[in-house]
């Protein structure tokens, strides 16, 4: 066979089309999955009939119907993903040259290996050789992408790998449909056949060079994360060692008050000075109550904190076995309650009722495990995506590196964390199996 037909509109559109879907739930959804999938089939019906009606384009108004084809691609992230329009535009380039190359292959195959045995291309037999085709190459494709599931949430493309993933899907596109613009090139072929070829091997290409590109831009944010979180480890210990000398400064000004306190005592004769003194006396006796866990390091980060929330209107209560943690390093415990602490203290500190912002915090041994429990009040619309509350920050970027640091302090020890978010409370969980000496 030397003439080979076209792909027909409808087997284009669904190659574009699940190819956009590819990402679209690997990455955050604006809607629930009914809502999702009623929009999708929308899309994919709009897509079509637009493919349909610039079927028969040629020249200069085909390549114009294929620029509408991949703005219907990017419409379909900013309907169904809840994403940057940097994001959109990167991951619908991807899927632009993925769609192509999907659609290629498996028409090629279909016409050179299932056609010749027909008098016409029949729907059944498309059906029955272009769907497994789709299901194994977006299935291969989802392999290698879920690997990477995680960057694609937190990954914070900049306007250079946009513009990148563009030009390089545009330089794709160009070089996969030159042999049906003109034979007289390097690259194009003398047969449909050679067409063909030339198309799904540049579309091959491109997806290949997109995707190295792909894994690069996850190691720049793996390296950018790790600096970060590096930097949130030393920042936590250092104010450790910070509140640790002013700790130390109070607790020997408390004790010589407490000195004072009993000279003035035994030289004060009148009965409201006695009371006031009975006042003062016991306004710091809480304080020396406050915070003996029987972990120095707890003790200090736990005192620091408690003074600034009474600073700042909010009611901190602790019970904690503090020596089931004497196992840990000093900087593992700075970075995982001073990051879990002033988390919650950020939570509750943007609630505008004061008797609202609580925060309890508990340890325990539980069966060779310790296990430490953080609660705080939040907001009620608080929602939890990929292991991390959602952010209402502009930056989103720069969002959960705490509970990041958490997370990565944990796993050190063979320990696990979650979080949960219900009923106007956050809570925050973590379980460390205790090592024994």
């Known amino acids: 066979m030397s003439a080979l037909p076209n792909i027909p509109p ?145 990954l914070n493309l900049s306007s250079a790998a946009c513009v990148l993933s563009v030009a390089i899907a545009l330089a794709d596109y160009i070089l996969a449909s030159i042999s049906y613009m003109s034979i007289r090139t390097p690259f194009a072929g003398t047969t449909d056949a050679d067409a063909f070829n030339v198309r799904t091997f540049a579309y091959l290409g491109g997806v290949a060079v997109l995707y190295a590109c792909h894994l690069q831009n996850c190691e720049t944010h793996a390296r950018k994360e790790l600096d970060a979180l590096q930097n949130i480890l030393q920042t936590q210990y250092a104010n450790y060692r910070a509140s640790e000398e002013s700790v130390e400064l109070i607790n020997r000004k408390y004790h010589d008050l407490k000195h004072q306190i009993a000279v003035l005592r035994s030289e004060v004769a009148s009965g409201k000075s006695l009371e006031y003194l009975d006042r003062v006396e016991q306004e710091i006796r809480a304080y020396e109550a406050e915070n003996k866990t029987g972990n120095r390091v707890l003790d200090t980060i736990l005192t620091s904190k408690s003074l600034h929330c009474q600073q700042n209107g909010i009611q901190l209560t602790c019970v904690a076995d503090g020596a089931a943690l004497n196992f840990m390093d000093v900087m593992d415990l700075s970075a995982l309650f001073g990051n879990a602490l002033d988390n919650a203290i950020e939570g509750v500190g ?32 608080l929602y939890i995506e990929s292991g991390l509350p959602r952010t209402t920050k502009r930056e989103k970027g720069l969002h959960g590196y705490g509970l990041k640091s958490i997370q990565a302090t944990v796993e050190k020890y063979g320990g696990s964390v979650t979080v949960h978010a219900e009923n106007g409370w956050f809570e925050l969980r973590v379980l460390i199996p205790v090592l024994q000496d």
């Open 10 to 154: 409808f087997w284009s559109a669904l190659a574009y089309w699940l190819a956009c879907l590819l990402y679209v739930f690997m990455l955050p959804r604006r809607w629930g999955r009914a809502r999702t999938a009623c929009a999708a089939a929308a899309l994919l019906a709009g897509l079509a009939a637009y493919m349909t009606l610039t079927a028969n384009w040629q020249g200069w108004r085909f390549n114009i119907g294929m620029l509408g084809t991949a703005a219907l691609n990017a419409l379909t992230f900013f309907v169904l993903s809840r994403v940057t329009w940097r994001s959109a535009v990167y991951y619908c380039a991807r899927a632009f040259i993925l769609g192509g190359f999907t659609a290629s292959l498996a028409w090629q195959l279909y016409a050179l290996m299932v056609l010749p045995h027909f008098d016409t291309a029949n729907i059944p037999s498309e059906a029955a050789t272009m769907l497994p085709l789709y299901a194994a190459a977006y299935l291969a494709m989802y392999a290698l992408e879920r690997t990477h599931r995680t960057e694609m949430w937190e």
């Open 350 to 381: 943007v609630l505008p009722d004061a008797e609202q912002r609580l925060i309890h915090l508990a340890v325990a041994r539980q069966k060779g495990f310790v296990s430490i429990r953080l609660e705080n009040r939040c907001r009620d619309t």
